[in-house]
């Protein structure tokens, strides 16, 4: 069965002077099992006035036919092509579009399941790759939320501490007759938040700091086995000019 369809258009090209090419195609119809559909285009070359140069233009003529049967297979083609030269104008443009239909051999609907199940493949594999990513991308922002909240109370830890530092700097001794002395500590549980490794909770085992003098003619290993000392006892957060801060245990020292 064969359908033709008339068709007439105007290509507007100011100071056109002369047409120096011409052509028409229908590559760009397509037919989806239900409709024919696409564009019709003409193209070519042309001269203007009071100029040498050659100008290019393309112009697309819309196309729909529907058919709705997946048994017919349809062919087209392009006859009766004519134009005509309006000088200064444009062009205008005639020709027959024929439509061919024709029932689909088995061979032609094999190809087509073949294609519609690939077609089918490809969206399902999109739709996948979709979805990874929005989950991708969700479980990045959870991590960047988590992150962050890791970095703000680090934040406040530090403050905290550099708060409590301030407070506690140890005031220094004035008095160089004195040889050592031991003061206790017992802080309440709300200090929890300064650093145990110096600063001791109520239920740290350390529950006496002892301070050295450290004369112009000793040095600390001196000084320590003159008391029975080990050297582990050393508190290094507090250092001191010819001063040396120790943790004791128990009062066996």
């Known amino acids: 069965m064969k359908y033709t369809i008339p068709y007439d258009d105007k290509i507007t090209l ?5 047409i120096d090419s011409i052509g028409i195609n229908a590559d760009n119809l397509n037919y989806d099992q239900k409709e024919l559909l696409g564009e019709v285009i003409i193209s070519g070359e042309y001269l203007l006035d009071n100029s040498k140069d050659i100008m290019e233009f393309s112009h697309d003529i819309p196309v729909s036919f529907l058919i709705d049967d997946e048994t017919i ?13 309006i000088p200064g104008r444009g062009i205008e443009v005639m020709f027959d579009l024929d439509v061919i239909l024709s029932e689909i051999t088995e061979e032609e609907k094999e190809s087509i399941a073949r294609s519609s199940k690939k077609s089918n493949h490809d969206k ?3 739709a996948e790759n979709i979805e990874e990513d929005e989950k991708d991308k969700s479980d990045e922002e959870e991590i960047k939320k988590f992150q962050n909240k890791i970095d703000n109370d ?24 004195i040889d050592d002395f031991e003061f206790n500590t017992n802080l309440m549980p ?19 700091y002892k301070i050295l003098l450290v004369e ?5 290993d001196e000084l320590l086995e003159a008391r029975n000392l ?13 001063k040396i ?7 066996q020292f």
């Open 245 to 251: 801060v120790l943790k004791i245990e128990n009062e």
């Open 73 to 85: 297979s349809p062919h087209v083609n392009i006859s009766n092509f004519k134009y005509e030269l």
């Open 154 to 177: 680090l934040d406040g830890i530090i403050n905290s501490r550099n708060d409590a530092d301030d407070t506690l700097e140890l005031e220094p001794i004035e008095d160089n007759d």
């Open 216 to 220: 112009d003619n000793e040095n600390i």
């Open 190 to 208: 709300t200090m929890e938040s300064f650093d145990t490794s110096f600063v001791p909770r109520d239920n740290d085992k350390f529950t006496t």
């Open 124 to 126: 399902e594999l999109i």
């Open 230 to 242: 080990p050297k582990a006892l050393i508190c290094n957060e507090y250092k001191f000019d010819k």
């Open 14 to 18: 100011p100071h056109i002077k002369k």
